[in-house]
């Protein structure tokens, strides 16, 4: 077993690292919940519609990750050479690239948001249930268009200054975020120290506003402080980009970033033929979603520390250490889902009992927290199995591993199941979620062949020279 266990030094190392991506992510999703049982509390449509709106946003917000990174790695690279000029124009291409995205997002959300909205929503055994679901979801996503060019600064900034190792800032103005947010909507929500009632609406106010504060935080932090953040200085004068730059990054990025846009509307597709099942499961597969998502911080952070641990090994030529380090990071963060998988199982049958919906509801949920609890640590291994992929450089390979299998693979199983097995939900979510099985196969043989161990920066000296 000692190959797969380091030593007190590998695991203070690790968690040194591990622990504030932790907490950080942690608070977002810890906040989320509490954001989503105010609403649960208020009735099961509003529940639903606000569950299918921001599975749109998450097919925005995963692009807008996509694109950021793309960009990113050029600009990690410009910051370790000291190239200001090269940083400044690599902050610019995402400037104008994120503010395009967020253009076409507004517009699609605003012509189709409804016919997207209406997607999700099916038959259910409550007359009317689906025509107040859309228009509470509607009423929601209108307000949610406002915030999201804040929002798109917001992650410019944040993931610019990570770039130049600076990782405080950012998570201060998302720590402010959240707690704005929280407030506001304990307040507008429920109507209370003298506030309108105003329910999803409110909640959709609060989260416009706790999306500005992120953006006015962390901006005028970083403008305070030109004189150590140069890429500042004089960052708007103009915003061309070089033409050779802009398409070094849309070549090297765009891997990255088609696999981000493809696992995201995969993702949302794979939701929309759960839906088709009805309304009772759109807030079943909400609730578990909910609880699973502030479990699943452990292996999210995992993943993370896999890229920066196993990244700078690469970089400093070190293989052999890369790979037995990498072999005990993946053991770890399997094992660490064992356990939390069993605190998730517990809490499967007490959590969904918050949320003021119908028991047949509360039933689902139970049973999708358990299903969930139970694939958590093949969920685990293939994250990490991902970014291992990924430090080494390996793009196109993770663009079919990730994107690709959703697409290939998962997507068409629940498809066929959801519309032509006559299986009820549960079974069909237990079978598409085992698809992720033949995807761990493949995991393991790629990460067991080491196609990961590349020294990228070794390789571009050799490339200029």
Same mark, same amino acid.
């Given at each position: 077993m000692s190959k797969y266990i380091g030593d007190k030094k590998f695991y203070k190392m690790l968690l040194g690292i591990a622990i504030p991506i932790m907490v950080q992510n942690g608070i977002t999703n810890f906040v989320a919940m509490l954001d989503n049982i105010m609403i649960g509390m208020v009735g099961t449509e509003q529940m639903s519609g606000v569950a299918v709106v921001n599975q749109l946003m998450f097919v925005f917000n995963v692009s807008m990750f996509g694109m950021l990174s793309g960009a990113g790695i050029f600009g990690a690279q410009f910051f370790g050479s000291g190239n200001e000029e090269g940083f400044r124009n690599t902050f610019r291409f995402k400037l104008i690239s994120c503010m395009l995205l967020t253009a076409v997002g507004i517009l699609v959300l605003v012509w189709k948001g409804d016919m997207l909205i209406s997607l999700y929503l099916h038959d259910s055994s409550e007359s009317g249930m689906v025509e107040a679901t859309l228009s509470y979801g509607m009423g929601y996503l209108r307000i949610m268009l406002i915030g999201l060019?804040?929002? $798109?600064?917001?992650?410019? &900034?944040?993931? $610019?200054? #990570?770039?130049?190792?600076?990782?405080?800032?950012?998570? #201060?103005?998302?720590?402010?975020?959240?707690?704005?947010?929280?407030?506001? +909507?304990?307040? *507008?929500?429920?109507?209370?120290?003298?506030?309108? #009632? *105003? !329910?999803? +609406?409110?909640?959709?106010?609060?989260? /416009?506003?706790?999306?500005?504060?992120?953006?006015?935080?962390?901006?005028?932090?970083?403008?305070?402080?030109?004189?150590?953040?140069?890429? /500042?200085?004089?960052? &708007?004068? $103009?915003?061309?980009?070089? !033409?050779?730059?802009?398409?070094?990054? %849309?070549?090297?990025?765009?891997?990255? =970033?088609?696999?981000?846009? *493809?696992? @995201?509307?995969? =993702?949302? @597709? %794979?939701?929309?033929? &759960? @839906?088709? &099942?009805?309304?009772?499961?759109?807030?079943?597969? +909400?609730? @578990?979603?909910?609880?699973? +998502? /502030?479990?699943?911080?452990?292996?999210?952070?995992?993943?993370?520390?896999?890229?920066?641990?196993?990244?700078?090994l690469l970089g400093a030529g070190k293989m052999e250490e890369a790979k037995d380090t990498d072999r005990k990071l993946i053991f770890f963060s399997v094992a660490s889902c064992f356990v939390v998988g069993a605190v998730l199982v517990a809490l499967a049958f007490v959590f969904p009992k918050i949320y003021n919906t119908s028991d047949e509801v509360r039933k689902l949920a139970t049973q999708f927290i358990l299903v969930a609890a139970c694939f958590m640590p093949f969920q685990a291994f293939l994250h990490a199995a991902y970014f291992t992929i990924r430090s080494g450089g390996k793009t196109v390979i993770t663009f079919f591993f990730d994107g690709g299998f959703m697409w290939l693979c998962a997507l068409p199983v629940a498809f066929v199941l959801s519309r032509f097995s006559g299986l009820s939900i549960l079974p069909t979510y237990i079978l598409c979620q085992s698809v992720d099985l033949i995807k761990c196969v493949v995991g393991y043989i790629l990460v067991k062949k080491g196609i990961w161990l590349q020294n990228l920066v070794q390789d571009e000296r050799i490339a200029a020279g």
């Open positions: 060019v804040p929002w $798109t600064f917001a992650q410019i &900034y944040a993931g $610019t200054l #990570r770039e130049m190792g600076e990782t405080i800032a950012p998570m #201060r103005a998302g720590v402010a975020a959240v707690l704005t947010n929280t407030v506001l +909507n304990y307040i *507008l929500i429920f109507g209370k120290f003298g506030a309108p #009632r *105003l !329910g999803v +609406n409110g909640a959709a106010i609060a989260t /416009v506003i706790s999306r500005f504060v992120e953006c006015g935080v962390v901006m005028i932090w970083t403008h305070q402080r030109a004189d150590r953040f140069v890429f /500042v200085r004089g960052a &708007y004068r $103009t915003l061309k980009v070089p !033409g050779a730059l802009a398409r070094k990054i %849309l070549i090297k990025g765009s891997p990255l =970033m088609a696999n981000e846009i *493809l696992w @995201s509307v995969g =993702m949302a @597709s %794979l939701s929309q033929c &759960y @839906s088709t &099942y009805g309304l009772e499961v759109v807030a079943g597969i +909400n609730i @578990s979603s909910t609880i699973s +998502n /502030v479990c699943n911080v452990i292996w999210m952070a995992m993943g993370n520390a896999i890229a920066i641990i196993i990244g700078q």
